[in-house]
């Protein structure tokens, strides 16, 4: 079964204490990307991957790191969480970008509380 | 940058009542459109997508979306909804020239089904 997998599926943090989400695809995409989602401004993208050893900044990467050491791995970094960064957080595997059988697949999300 | 807009962010419907939720995008070149539904408590899951070709598009669920060019829009229609269709409503936007730029989504319609 096509799946991405995130962990942990909640999380409650204090201010600087890093932490790590992980994501995992099993449909070996090359593009996978981070989103988060806050009310009223959608998904917004943190970073995206071409493919492995390849990242980019998306809208809003202030505070995070990503990397792409393996296809199916794309884990999401906060070295120093505040309280800014509370959201629900999606990774996101696509097929085949630019063709017409595209489509995104998402994680179950992760919701971050920085306190 | 792409933008996309979605008007509504709230909208409540009374079960077998009509529904349109509008999408308008910034870019005017060639895109790829895409509209995706988040259940309560649930990851984003794909409703239908446009390619090429044929304007309207049919999805899951008796959905359907029409694009139109000219209006730089895609709107989401569905005849008669269910108490089921309760949850929130993304459009989504790639342009197709560039396939670093992932999917740019718009702030989302939150749709509430009153049985």
């Known amino acids: 079964e096509a799946q991405v997998t995130q ?17 995992s695809q099993n449909m070996n995409h090359e593009y996978m990307s981070w989103y988060r989602q806050d009310p009223g401004l ?3 993208q943190i970073y995206y991957s071409m493919n492995v050893e390849v990242t980019d900044k998306g809208d809003v990467p202030e505070g995070y790191k990503v990397s792409r050491k393996e296809k199916r791995n794309f884990p999401l970094i906060l070295e120093s969480p505040s309280p800014n960064q509370t959201s629900l957080y999606f990774c996101a595997s696509i097929s085949q970008w630019g063709h017409k059988n595209t489509e995104a697949f998402f994680g179950q ?5 920085v306190v | 940058a792409q933008s996309v807009s979605q008007h509504n962010h709230h909208v409540i419907l009374s079960e077998a009542a009509s529904l349109e939720l509008g999408c308008n995008y910034s870019y005017g070149g060639t895109v790829n459109l895409f509209w995706y ?8 899951q794909l409703l239908l997508k446009y390619f090429s070709g044929d304007p309207l ?20 229609r569905k005849p008669s909804v269910q108490w089921s269709d309760t949850a929130e409503y993304f459009c989504a936007v790639n342009e197709s020239r560039n396939a670093g730029n992932m ?3 718009g702030g989302g319609t939150r749709l509430m089904v009153k049985p």
Do not use: W
């Not at chain 2, 598009?57 to 989401?76: P, Y």
């Open chain 2, 103 to 105: 999917l740019t989504f």
């Open chain 1, 7 to 23: 962990n942990p599926r909640y999380l409650i943090t204090v201010t600087g204490k890093k932490l790590t989400v992980t994501c």
């Open chain 1, 109 to 113: 999300g992760t919701r971050l509380t």
């Open chain 1, 42 to 44: 959608g998904l917004r």
């Open chain 2, 57 to 76: 598009v049919k999805g899951i669920k008796g959905f359907e979306a029409e694009f139109i060019k000219s209006k730089f829009s895609f709107n989401l």
């Open chain 2, 37 to 44: 539904v988040q259940y309560p408590g649930q990851h984003l």
